[in-house]
Nanobody, 123 residues
Framework: QVQLVESGGGLVQDGGSLRLSCAAS????????MGWFRQAPGKEREFVAA???????AYADSVKGRFTISRDSAKNTVLLQMRSLKPEDTAVYYC?????????????????WGQGTQVTVSS
């Protein structure tokens, strides 16, 4: 089973940028669907972005054009570059790994999760 560890969260001002990393061990990520989700206090976990099958990506409408998901195969890592951050992006961000039959926007279909990293955007 793959193990995932996120890093890169922190406090940033409105309009700032952060880059989150998700390092994997135990398995190579090349065959996995990789997703980023987030959960704000009092809200359900929501889809942010996903990468699968080489160049395929998907984004939530709320982050499209501001966030970019990518992979660093040499480091077995998935990245989430976040730009033009807004206070409503404040949440705990989780990376997740799924098998090829994963429904990328559905958290329940992923098989492994990291512990999460806090992102706080101040206004």
């Amino acid at each position: 089973q793959v193990q995932l560890v996120e890093s890169g969260g922190g406090l940033v001002q409105d309009g700032g940028s952060l880059r989150l990393s998700c390092a994997a061990s135990g398995r190579t990520l090349s065959t996995y669907v990789m997703g980023w989700f987030r959960q704000a206090p009092g809200k359900e976990r929501e889809f942010v972005a996903a990468s699968w099958g080489g160049d395929n990506t998907a984004y939530a409408d709320s982050v499209k054009g501001r966030f970019t998901i990518s992979r660093d195969s040499a480091k077995n890592t998935v990245l989430l570059q976040m730009r033009s951050l807004k206070p409503e992006d404040t949440a705990v961000y989780y990376c997740a790994a799924g098998r090829p039959n994963t429904v990328v926007v559905q958290a329940a279909t992923y098989v492994a999760w990291g512990q999460g990293t806090q992102v706080t955007v101040s206004s």
